[in-house]
């Protein structure tokens, strides 16, 4: 027992020595990154991401790839299923922000193949009757 009572004395010596060295922890730098700035887009452009982003969600860009020479499709893909959690409304706001120049490649390339003006489609239903359109020019398709 007596052993014991040396080794308790001697731990209780080492503690009263350790707090000499108290640690102490410093109060932590917080940073916000700053919000998001996002570009003014024109009203055509945000319709056709807002169309495209509806097409991606059905799995239904089949057409659009038909377009696509130059890897926008990709990019765009990319940057949607790494973002999924956003509302469509959010989305398109974000996407835009990022990869307008992609959307803006890929309608130079519709416009090109199908001699349209994306100024004068205005609404998400003027993409759709043009995209339906695309789709029954196609032979032997379905639709």
Known sequence: MDIF?????????LNKNNDEFEVVVPEANREEMPKAEFKEQPAYLVNFANFYIAKYNQNDLEIM???????????????????????????VKHVLNVHDYNFKSLLDEVVAKSNIDPESFAT???????????RNQIPGSLS
């Open 124 to 134: 998400f239903e003027d993409w759709d009757k043009w995209y339906e359109a695309e």
């Open 65 to 91: 790839g038909s377009f696509d020479k130059k890897g926008n499709i990709l990019d765009i893909n990319t940057y949607l299923l790494n973002n999924i959690n956003f509302s469509r409304k959010e989305l």
């Open 5 to 13: 009572k040396g080794v308790l004395t001697l731990t209780e010596e």
